[in-house]
């Protein structure tokens, strides 16, 4: 546990000093001072490492999509949001799960209906959580949700601004979300318990908390797929690279 010496004789008052790599207590009394040194343990490591990476393709954006009912709120061309890539290549949207690796992922995943697109486009929600929906828009926007068994999870109308309805997602899969009255819309909801992290704008993404060992990551984007299984081995404390090529 650690060490007490005597140091001799002390009429001082009470001190106390710590040094660097260990405590060291000393204690004067008016009879004598005794000085206790215990050892401080070396930091353990840090339990799980990170994976960052940048996902990037050589596919194109896809055209404007052409409006064809409430131009003057939609516009009378919207971006196809199935492919967000920019000039370098990097691209957006693309789910990354450690499988196997169980989180608390969030319970809710906001939508909003804003000039007739989902935002935002994919999102990642837990089991049994919810998917609360809203609209900006001054039309009428009938949300329905299936999953991939194409069970009908539920079908929503928003008819007016702002209006907020809430629905339960249940089981582990990816959701899809479309308009009844916009039918170009398109949502995702990725619906796991496991360990997962989604690209940005600039293609990167970064998965914190990975348990130590070597990893196969399963990724997932709308309309492209993995070029090849993307492994990484992760050590406790540090940090791993993972860059993701994906295509058509």
């Not at 005597?6 to 060291?24: D, E, F, N, Y």
């Not at 064809?68 to 990354?96: E, Y």
Request: charged share 15%; proline share 7%; net charge positive.
């Amino acid at each position: 546990m650690g060490r007490i010496s005597l140091m001799g004789i002390s009429r001082a008052g009470a001190a106390a000093a710590v040094t660097a790599g260990a405590a060291i207590v000393t204690m004067a009394a008016s009879a004598a001072t005794v000085t206790v040194a215990m050892a401080v343990p070396a930091a353990a490591p840090r339990a799980g490492g990170t994976i960052v990476g940048v996902v990037t393709t050589a596919a194109k954006a896809p055209p404007p999509l052409r409006v064809t009912i409430d131009p003057d709120v939609c516009g009378q061309t919207l971006p196809d949001d199935s492919i967000v890539v920019d000039a370098a290549g990097h691209l957006a949207g693309v789910v990354l799960t450690v499988p196997g690796v169980r989180v608390a992922a969030p319970s809710e995943a906001p939508v909003t209906n804003d000039k007739c697109r989902f935002g935002p486009r994919v999102s990642l929600v837990r089991p049994n959580g919810t998917v609360a929906m809203t609209s900006k828009d001054t039309v009428l926007h009938t949300m329905h949700a299936a999953a991939a068994d194409t069970r009908v999870l539920f079908n929503v109308s928003l008819p007016i601004p702002n209006m907020k309805i809430s629905k339960p997602i249940d089981k582990p899969g990816v959701v899809m979300l479309t308009c009844s009255t916009h039918t170009w819309m398109r949502g995702y909801l990725n619906v796991t318990d496991e360990l997962a992290g989604m690209s940005g704008a600039d293609g990167r993404f970064r998965i914190d908390g990975v348990p130590a060992g070597t990893h196969e990551l399963r990724v997932w984007h709308e309309a492209l797929k993995s070029a090849a299984p993307v492994k990484v081995t992760v050590r406790d404390g540090e940090t791993a690279s993972a860059d993701v090529v994906l295509v058509k």
